[in-house]
């Protein structure tokens, strides 16, 4: 059997190839693979119908997850393998003929058909319950792709969805079905469960078997498109005509009836069952007869026909008694053989004549008479007539109905179901002959159709499938003989029951006069007087409101689903970060603190409020405080910031009082370094700070502000109260002596201890580094920057467009007076500058102090391995060097001063961290181990060198190459946008002789 | 273990004036405002050491106790370096956001509005399409089906062109081209709100 299947889904992922070879030939290369199939099938009768009942396969999968390739073929799974296949194939062949030669994606339609019928083929014989829904979900697939074919029509699409939609839903409850069901039975092994399942049902998990079986019910309601799912099934009919014919009539909408059939001998008794079958089949029996008199489209007709079909058969398999059994696939073999024949016929017809409307079609049959008899001869099998397969079934199912109308279990109900079954036989006869009479009729006051003949390869299938009902119904002995064992199942074992042939009963022609004989005939003169009386019949139908309508309940359904959506889109998604930043804020204070006032626990004992050992953290505290305050109501750009940086001075001197002078010096370093770089990125920006929100939403974040701190103080009292284990780090100084060779051990910790840590942040540092410079760059990193030498004297940043009559004007003559005098080159590009813009003070300082920083950013990284400093220190440090000079000499001197690339000093610093991290593991050591090596130089002495120093000097690289980067794009970068601004200015005013506000203004900021 | 008060009040109130600036609009004043939380955060880490203690620098005759935790500090050194960098590329971001669009000021997304003013209608699901009797459709000629069908509602054509949406009436053809890619019904004004 996995054979089968595996050259079902080979051929079909082979199928585009082939098309792009022989055209909608190929549809016969692919046919060729069902009817191979289908040969193969007739040959395993022996076998499936042996002692052993069943031919087994099982081979392994996922054995952890307990899935396997279990098949297993026994008589309910071979007789729908021969619908499958048979009919698949016919379908096929037929397709080669329903299609042009030049219709698009054709390869792609024939793929999906056969793996439709591969699919479908795995699922009937599936022997595992999780296998089983792969496969059933698998045909819902190929379904909503083989729907949406023409997939530039809305309607195709749409109903498509609507198919997938439904199915799905009802495949999701199936599943979760299966698992209950597998779960309690311990296996999920279909036939193992079959056997177990009066142990199932009767013992203490019988309620949840129950419960279980209806949500496994539910998966074959909607996938048979029985009430109230089945609206979906005569929208599918946008599908083209042969997958409607194979998918939605012979194939996969039985996959409901299967598996209906396939739980019936265990598990009909449960409670819901009967229920649930009987009455959801006999009302979808009702509603697809009734409106399927109401359709214009023969092809609808049909397709309301199956619905009221599918019902039926639901309530004959699913009632669970063995002459039920007999006559239920009785009937769907019946059926599978009718229905896809009149499926094809209005293919045929549709693609003869170019309509389906019976409002305009008209003398088909004297155009084709053999097409005529062909579907004559499926209508008239539908509708019951006797000598064909539809009568014989159809006999079978009222034999059976009646037994159970007069069992007293059954009660009154018994005879409502047979009342009912025969109503919908009638409204099957009517609609059959209306069937036939818009479709071939002469009609008075309508053209005759214009009719192109058919070829005989496109009559085939549909003649071979009538040919196929005749038979059957003439000799249904083979068929009775491939059912009995199946109905076996359902037989009672009491004595006096008789054997289980008897109590099916058999499939015959003539059963003599019975009570089913006379409601057949009933049928007949009921289902004449409705079809010639169909006028009347309409109007009355058309009395019914139009709203009675399962599709537009599912229009409905999913508009207040796309309503409710969109209006909590519209609710949620503001597109206003305060509102989002207020809501998630709201909760992350609003929780904690509910909770902690809801357990009502007592602060911990050794709270303290000035620390015996730095009691002026209180004053550094107030001063913080009150620069955070200030920083808040600050309205001007600067002032705000040089608050901030305050409370970042006043933290520094907290790390100080705290015994952490590492933090204090870096956070020194940085705080300075960060108000530089404020200034240097906001010089552009307005000098006033306006508060835009209003009063309202003011009081809204300050609470917000107040709670979120509150909550904070109290989570850390909490949080700290509670700790209980013995800190990691008093091992740390221990460690860094011993392991790390320092007596640092901040800084030991940051380059050995936790060097993974470090290592992580200096890439963060590279990575935002280049993100500035790319920000202000957009491309480049600015490493092409012309060297001082090619820039002439006092060029940069020169003022343009001051008025001259000004005082401005004035004093910027006297500055550039001073300026022409000869001067010192205190820094080497200096002189670029405009002169207004230098000062002498300031690179006379530059130049004093500029080596003597180096030098000590070098003693910092050097030295931190035992004192306050390290690489971050460091590199801080020589940041800081550079930044002074380039405040002092521009851009050209920071040019001077790094004549290398920021990009370049970021890839080494991160290449030597690397480098000291993976060296010790080529030696046979760990990643960043670190060795102490102890050798003597002349001058120095004794020199104590700890391999860890390496990676410290790739984080001073990489800060270094941070800060440049920072220089280069907020501060050179910025200055050369400004000069060609103002340059470009200048040039405005020599050509209109006026000045240009705006931009002055600008420039001057 | 001992909680020092004096550093969880100043770290409460730095967090109440960071939250306070980071819900404003403008980008400066965010900016600023995740500095005083990250101060705030690395108050916080700062408490977790305890009493201050002796700095941590090794000396055989203290006891491991008696030092300020090193490990608390080693994450604060990274944090600070990390804000820095944070910073710089938040400077990057308000200098660009500048250059191009001449604000300082996080706007509301305009797309985000869009979606919220737009109705639930869906040209896809919702319109009315014809009805097909023929998969040939070159010889259908004149198909009249409206009145025949079990999908979609009988009646003149004036009351099928509309729709309701979102509260409002209005023509199915406009409520199908607002669900076109790249329509702008909700114009933004140069504020960044909507209408």
């Known amino acids: 059997m996995i054979t089968v299947l595996a050259v079902h889904f080979t051929v079909a992922v082979l199928a585009p190839l082939m098309f792009r070879a022989w055209g909608r030939n190929a549809f016969y290369a692919l046919a060729a693979v069902p009817a191979g199939s289908f040969v193969w099938l007739l040959l395993q009768h022996g076998p499936v119908y042996s002692d052993a009942g069943a031919i087994a396969e099982v081979n392994p999968w996922i054995p952890g997850l307990h899935l396997e390739f279990a098949f297993r073929m026994d008589p309910l799974a071979w007789i729908l393998s021969l619908l499958v296949l048979g009919v698949g194939a016919l379908v096929l062949v037929y397709c080669a003929k329903y299609f042009g030669k030049n219709d698009q994606d054709l390869g792609g339609f024939g793929a999906q058909l056969l793996a439709f019928a591969g699919a479908m083929f795995g699922l009937v014989v599936a022997d595992d319950l999780l296998l089983l829904f792969i496969f059933w979900e698998l045909t819902t697939i190929l379904s909503y792709l083989l729907i949406g074919f023409a997939r530039t029509r809305l309607a195709a699409r749409r109903s498509a969805l609507q198919a997938l939609m439904i199915t799905t839903a009802g495949g999701l409850a199936m599943l979760v079905g299966l698992i209950m069901l597998g779960h309690t039975a311990g296996t999920y092994r279909i036939s193992a469960i079959m056997d177990m399942a009066p142990q199932l049902v009767a013992g203490s998990s019988g309620t949840l078997v129950s419960a279980a079986v209806v949500l496994v019910l539910v998966g074959a309601i909607t996938k048979s498109a029985l009430v109230p799912f089945h609206f979906w099934l005569p929208g599918a009919m946008a599908a083209p005509t042969p997958v409607s014919a194979y998918l939605h009539a012979a194939a996969m909408v039985k996959a409901g009836i299967y598996l209906v059939a396939r739980l019936a001998p265990g598990f009909s008794e449960t409670a819901y069952w009967q229920p649930v079958v009987l009455g959801l089949g006999l009302a979808t029996m009702l509603v697809g007869g009734y409106r399927a008199l109401r359709q214009t489209d023969i092809k609808l007709i049909l397709a309301y026909g199956t619905v009221s079909q599918l019902g039926f058969l639901t309530m004959v398999v699913g009632l669970g008694t063995p002459d039920a059994a007999l006559a239920g696939l009785a009937m769907l073999l019946a059926h599978g053989l009718f229905k896809a024949t009149l499926f094809l016929v209005v293919g045929i017809i549709d693609h003869q004549s170019g309509t389906r409307d019976v409002r305009k079609l008209s003398g088909v049959f004297r155009s084709s008479r053999a097409l005529a008899v062909v579907a004559g001869i499926g209508a008239a099998s539908m509708a019951g007539v006797p000598l064909l397969a539809g009568f014989v079934a159809k006999e079978s199912v009222l034999e059976a109905f009646v037994h159970h109308a007069a069992d007293p279990e059954a009660g009154p109900w018994g005879m409502v179901v047979l009342a009912g079954l025969v109503l919908g036989s009638v409204l099957t006869f009517a609609y059959s002959a209306r069937f036939m009479w818009g479709a071939f009729a002469n009609k008075p006051g309508v053209e005759p159709t214009p009719f192109k003949a058919i070829s005989p390869a496109f009559l085939a299938a549909p003649a071979i499938l009538s040919l196929l009902t005749i038979g059957y119904g003439l000799w249904p002995v083979p068929v009775d003989a491939w059912i009995q064992p199946y109905a076996a199942l359902f037989a009672s074992p009491a004595a006096d029951a008789g054997t289980p042939a008897e109590q099916a009963g058999h499939l015959a022609l003539w059963h003599g006069l019975t009570p089913a004989l006379g409601l057949t005939a009933l049928t007949f003169v009921l289902g004449l007087a409705m079809h010639f009386g169909r006028n009347a019949v309409a109007r009355l139908q058309s009395l019914v409101p139009a709203w009675v309508d399962g599709d537009r309940g599912y229009q409905l359904t999913i508009g207040a689903l796309d309503d409710v959506a969109v209006w909590i889109t519209g609710r949620t998604q503001r597109g206003s970060l305060y509102f989002y930043l207020a809501v998630i804020l709201s909760v992350a204070f609003a929780l904690p603190l509910t909770v902690m006032l809801l357990s009502g626990k007592a602060l911990p004992d050794n709270l303290y409020l000035v620390d015996p050992g730095s009691p002026l953290q209180i004053v550094v505290g107030a001063v913080i405080v009150i620069g955070a305050l200030a920083a808040v109501k600050a309205n001007k750009r600067f002032l705000a910031v040089l608050m901030v940086s305050v409370t970042g001075y006043g933290i520094a001197l907290m790390f100080a009082l705290q015994s952490a002078p590492d933090l204090a010096l870096t956070q020194m370093l940085v705080e300075t370094i960060v108000l530089v770089a404020f200034v240097l990125a906001m010089r552009s920006l307005p000098a006033e700070l306006r508060d835009r929100t209003g009063g309202k939403y003011r009081v809204a974040r300050v609470i917000i502000g107040l709670a979120f701190g509150t909550t904070m103080v109290f989570a850390a009292i909490y949080a700290m109260g509670a700790r209980v284990a013995t800190p990691v780090s008093l091992q740390f100084p221990q460690l860094a002596y011993e392991g790390g060779g320092g007596l640092n051990i901040v800084n030991v910790t940051l380059v050995d201890i936790r060097a993974w840590d470090t290592f992580g942040e200096i890439t963060v540092l590279a990575l935002a580094a280049t993100g500035v410079a790319s920000l202000i760059f957009v491309r480049g990193r600015g490493d092409k920057i012309q060297m001082s030498a090619s820039v002439a004297e006092g060029t940069v940043g020169r003022r343009h467009g001051v008025d001259p009559g000004s005082r401005e004007a004035a004093a910027l003559a006297i500055s550039r007076k001073f300026a022409s005098a000869t001067r010192d080159a205190w820094i080497v590009a200096g002189r670029t500058l405009a002169p207004e813009r230098r000062s002498i003070i300031f690179e006379v300082v530059t130049r004093l102090v500029f080596h003597s920083m180096i030098i000590f950013s070098l003693y910092l990284l050097l030295a931190g391995h035992n004192l306050p400093g390290g690489g971050f220190a460091g590199g801080l440090m020589a940041g800081l060097a550079l930044t002074i000079r380039y405040l002092a000499g521009g851009r050209f001197e920071l040019r001077e001063a790094t004549p290398v690339s920021a990009g370049g000093l970021l890839g080494i610093g991160l290449a030597v961290a690397a480098l000291s991290g993976i060296a010790p593991l080529l030696l046979g050591g760990q990643v960043f181990q670190s060795a102490i090596v102890e050798f003597w130089l002349p001058v120095f002495g004794d020199i104590k060198f700890v391999t860890s120093t390496l990676f410290d000097i790739g984080v001073y690289i990489v800060v270094v190459g941070l800060v440049l980067d920072v220089l280069r794009s907020l501060g050179a970068e910025i200055d050369e946008h400004f000069d060609e601004r103002s340059m470009a200015a200048a040039e405005d005013e020599e050509e209109t002789g006026s000045i240009p506000a705006g931009t002055t203004v600008e420039a001057k900021a | ?195």
């Open chain 2, 1 to 195: 273990m001992s909680v020092n008060l004096t550093l969880l009040i100043i770290m409460g109130a730095l967090y109440a004036c960071g939250i306070y600036l980071i819900l404003e609009r403008s980008l400066t004043r965010v900016l600023l405002g995740l500095m005083l939380l990250a101060n705030a955060t690395n108050l916080l880490i700062l408490a977790t050491g305890g009493y201050a203690g002796l700095a941590p620098l090794y000396s055989k005759d203290t006891a491991a106790g008696d030092y300020n935790d090193p490990l608390p500090q080693a994450l604060i050194l990274t944090s600070i370096v990390i804000s820095f960098a944070v910073t710089a590329f938040m400077l990057g971001i308000i200098y660009r956001t500048w250059v191009l669009a001449r604000r300082d000021e996080i706007q509301d997304d305009v797309e985000d509005l869009r979606v919220a003013e737009t109705p639930s209608f869906d040209a896809e699901d919702d319109a009315e399409i014809p009805i097909e009797t023929s998969e040939f459709p070159l010889t259908m000629v004149g198909t009249d089906g409206g009145d025949v069908s079990d999908h979609g509602s009988p009646g003149d054509p004036a009351d099928r062109a509309k729709v309701v949406a979102g509260g409002k009436e209005m023509p199915a053809e406009d409520a199908a081209a607002e669900e076109k890619p790249g329509s702008q019904n909700v114009a933004p004004t140069p504020e960044g709100d909507a209408k």
